[in-house]
């Protein structure tokens, strides 16, 4: 039985919280039981799940530091979120009744709530305010209060503040963010000792609001947001409410999002809620959105609230350091430490040609894991950050490869430190080649890198870093000159690493040994380089200069808006300007910068526009592929057995980095998918379907159809065609965040035949195979079901969709080729679809 590419499991969206990062925070909802108490006048008794961690696991301590537990008579009954030393923030219903405050006390560094843990506080409440708009008759909306201690809670490592979001930020549907609590671990079960946390991914508001109307007494608010899996397994629970929903952007800080309110049952499925009886219906966990409250809790909070939106008063206007070199004090004498609410800016200005080399002999400057706090950033002239710092420990020195750079020290009103001193200077350029070991180098000019000591020996243990920022719309390409490093397989002992941003997240090329490297190329504007070497064998080292390509140098232009005819493609590739609709046609130039999905390699961004992705709730299903402005071509076995989520289907064009948020990016509901008549599960014969789209696409520079073939088109063996997509890189492995490709060799038809001698039904027309069968590791895998495999014309000035990836034994195996779906054969059905109202098929024939 072939296995599809499409991962059956991934609409489950099981996988889809695990990619996205590993969890540390949460927040949950209220008990039935305290929930029934607090409400027993309440008319609205079919929601006694208001108040309600199911399908989470047990979190360490001290991973939650803003949870906290709210007590009546010192039992729990209900969570609630730390937002400063003195202010808690909860469910309004949690705290409703009017003869609850002499009984409430609050417990931040809760862990075990049968145990004293070590940094375990308790403090009782002076005031509770509930959200004027909040009605215990209808308690769902504005469902927010704020409980003000009385005393203050000793921040610890147990007992932290989380951040409150800035007024406009936004995670989108499908972000994975946490809630955490000690309520129920299933729908009217036990109650856990320990704090437990489950991870949801944010769901549309148009979906959130649907599914709330599907219930007995349909409800609307102003405040409602929702996070779940469809098919549930996982939801905050009784003894949850008030607790938090908190979401991680980057590395940045965990940011409260939404307060745990109410929910029907505990993890139920909402799929199919019209089909179900009303007592067995389900819902997502709703939340109270906290951007829609903010002003509000604004309005009432204290000072003392660390909140990121809030704005420092200057106390130095752009102090300009224009002298070769000098020295910065902060704070000057004779003050001891520096005052809170402090934004001051200084721009070191150097002759022109000149470069700027920091040297720091004191620093102390609150200590924070992100520094969003107190900090000193290191900004270059045109705005990019080059570093920011806080804490005790002494910056290495800092060589900015310009004449000109802005430092900006910010403080807040909590907690400071005696400030910094630093030494600048003027330096000339290629001074220090190997600077990157002796210091961090940040380079905006083209020019050479190189080991310390170059061309002598480099020394043992080294640790050398180069930070690469090219200018705006410009990439930065890696040339070795010479290499001699310690040779090992997996590069392992010593070796250069060149990642595509700071954070080193992403690898693009490692290399070590004596042969010089192929160039590397970045995949934006930023590349950084890491020298590495262990204890032992040193060699010669290396040698590599940088420069900067042109984005516009890789691409052809664009600026027709008339659909284009197939006879004027020369004229395209020629250097005329390009229509945005001209099919087959990539905006950046495709390279194959290491000839040769699995065994592929991240693709230049944008540079096979066609490419979708088909996603349910934000997780990438299926690849697909822009054959006009409302239609995707794919393979059916991407929605076979996902009948039940087809109003969760959504197409993404236009993008690069599925984790990103591409501004470039278009998406798109899906109207309908047509699924070819004669498609068969068993046999995979006729592998295709069509996905129309509810709005037509806007076709640019980052959006545009590819060509289709000719009826019958006969593909010639060894004919070397390119697949993409986001599938996962080898069997068992994530899924891919950025766009990959990778050629493959179309294979003759009784090479085909010999590979799969038992498939069912056998192989015919409708079908082909290619990759590297004897050799293995190349290959397409799950998650690029549905894909395109794309031919280039005889000149490579288009690419035609020939086939669509479907199926294969494992991937990239060796004797197993990938099958595809033979798009030729099923001209005429797509026309009979699509084209039948169109002047123009799109294929150059």
């Not at 002499?102 to 009782?124: I, S, W």
């Not at 079960?189 to 007995?216: A, D, F, M, N, W």
């Not at 001074?431 to 961090?440: A, F, I, Q, V, W």
């Not at 959006?703 to 010639?716: F, G, I, S, T, Y």
Request: charged share 20%.
């Amino acid at each position: 039985m072939p296995m599809a590419r499409a991962d059956l499991l991934l609409f489950m969206l099981g996988i889809a919280y695990l990619t996205q990062r590993s969890s540390t925070e949460t927040s949950l909802r209220t008990g039935a039981k305290c929930g029934q108490k607090v409400y027993e006048t309440n008319p609205w008794h079919s929601y006694s799940s208001l108040s309600r961690i199911v399908g989470g696991s047990q979190v360490q301590q001290g991973s939650h530091p803003w949870q906290v537990s709210l007590k009546r008579n010192s039992h729990h009954f209900c969570g609630g979120t730390l937002v400063s030393t003195q202010w808690v923030i909860t469910a309004a219903h949690c705290v409703a009744s009017r003869f609850l405050l002499r009984q409430l006390t609050v417990t931040a560094g809760e862990h075990d709530l049968n145990l004293k843990d070590k940094e375990e506080q308790t403090l009782r409440v002076e005031n509770i305010i509930r959200h004027p708009k909040f009605n215990i008759k209808k308690p769902m909306d504005y469902d927010i209060a704020l409980l003000k201690m009385n005393g203050h809670f000793k921040y610890g490592s147990a007992v932290w503040p989380v951040c409150l979001p800035d007024p406009q930020e936004k995670f989108d549907p499908g972000y994975i963010c946490i809630t955490c609590g000690w309520g129920r671990l299933r729908e009217n079960g036990i109650l856990p000792e320990v704090l437990h946390e489950v991870e949801l991914p944010i769901l549309e508001q148009y979906e959130c609001s649907r599914v709330l109307s599907t219930l007995k007494k349909p409800i609307r608010g102003d405040t409602l947001m929702c996070a779940g899996f469809p098919d549930g397994g996982k939801d905050a629970c009784q003894g949850d409410s008030g607790g938090s929903l908190v979401c991680k952007r980057g590395h940045g800080s965990w940011t409260l999002i939404g307060v745990t309110s109410w929910g029907i049952g505990c993890a139920r499925s909402w799929m199919h809620n019209l089909e179900k009886k009303y007592d067995r219906r389900g819902t997502p966990g709703v939340f109270t959105d906290l951007i829609k409250v903010l002003p509000w809790i604004q309005q009432h909070i204290d000072s003392d609230v660390k909140m990121k939106s809030s704005t420092a008063s200057c106390s130095i206007q752009d102090g300009k350091l224009p002298d070769n070199e000098g020295q910065l004090l902060f704070p000057e004498h004779p003050k001891r430490f520096y005052q809170d609410n402090q934004l001051c800016v200084w721009t070191l200005l150097v002759p022109e040609g000149m470069h700027i080399l920091l040297n720091f002999s004191h620093f102390d400057v609150e200590p924070d894991v992100f520094c969003d706090y107190d900090s000193l950033s290191v900004i270059s002239t045109d705005g990019r950050l080059i570093g920011k710092f806080c804490g005790m420990d002494l910056p290495l020195p800092i060589l900015v490869g310009s004449n000109s750079v802005r430092l900006k020290f910010v403080s807040d009103n909590k907690d400071h430190g005696t400030g910094f001193s630093m030494i600048y200077q003027a330096i000339k350029p290629g001074t220090l080649l190997d600077s990157g070991c002796e210091s961090l180098a940040i380079l905006f000019e083209e020019g050479t890198v190189q080991s310390m000591h170059y061309p002598e020996v480099y020394s043992d243990l080294a640790d050398c870093q180069w930070i690469i920022h090219a200018p705006e719309n410009h990439v930065v390409k890696l040339i070795y000159e010479h290499f001699e490093l310690e040779e090992d397989e997996d590069c392992a002992y010593d070796s250069v690493t060149v990642y595509e941003n700071v954070a080193k997240e992403n690898k693009i090329a490692r290399s070590c040994g004596f042969a010089v490297p192929a160039p590397v190329l970045s995949t934006s504007s930023t590349m950084l380089i890491w020298f590495h070497s262990d204890e032992t064998e040193t060699f010669g080292g290396f040698r590599a200069r940088f420069l900067f390509v042109g984005v516009a140098d890789l691409n052809i232009s664009n600026s027709s808006t008339e659909v284009m005819l197939p006879e004027e493609i020369s004229d395209i590739t020629n250097g005329t300007d390009i229509p945005d609709d001209a099919c087959g046609v990539a905006s950046n130039q495709p390279r194959f910068l290491f000839s040769r999905i699995v065994g592929g390699e991240e693709v230049v961004p944008h540079s096979w526009p066609w490419q979708t992705s088909l996603q349910i709730l934000g997780e990438n299903i299926c690849g697909g592929t822009v054959i006009t402005s409302t239609w995707v071509l794919t393979a059916a076995h991407c929605f076979k057995q996902r009948e039940q989520y087809r109003d969760l289907w959504r197409v993404v064009v236009g993008t690069h980095d599925l984790a990103g948020q591409e501004q470039n990016s278009q998406k798109r509901s899906v109207k309908q998918y047509i699924m070819h008549p004669d498609f068969n599960t068993i046999t995979t014969h006729s592998d295709i379907a069509l996905v129309q789209l509810t709005e037509p696409l806007e076709f640019n520079h980052y959006v545009r159809p590819a060509c289709l073939p000719k009826k019958d088109e006969k593909l010639e063996p060894s004919r070397l065609c390119v697949i993409t997509g986001w599938g996962i890189q080898y069997e068992d492995s994530k899924i891919s965040r950025k766009l990959h490709q990778l050629e493959v060799p179309v294979l003759v038809s009784e090479e085909c035949q010999k590979y799969y001698p038992n498939h069912p039904g056998g192989l015919n027309e409708r079908i082909f195979c290619a990759g590297f069968p004897t050799e293995g590791g190349k290959d397409g895998c799950t998650g690029d079901s549905g894909g395109p495999l794309v031919c280039p014309s005889e000149d490579s000035s288009y690419y035609t969709l020939n086939g669509i990836i479907s199926w294969g034994f494992g991937c990239g195996r060796k004797g197993y080729p990938g099958v595809y779906t033979n798009v030729a054969f099923f001209t005429e059905w797509i026309d009979q679809h699509v084209y039948r109202n169109s002047r123009h098929r799109g294929s150059f024939s």
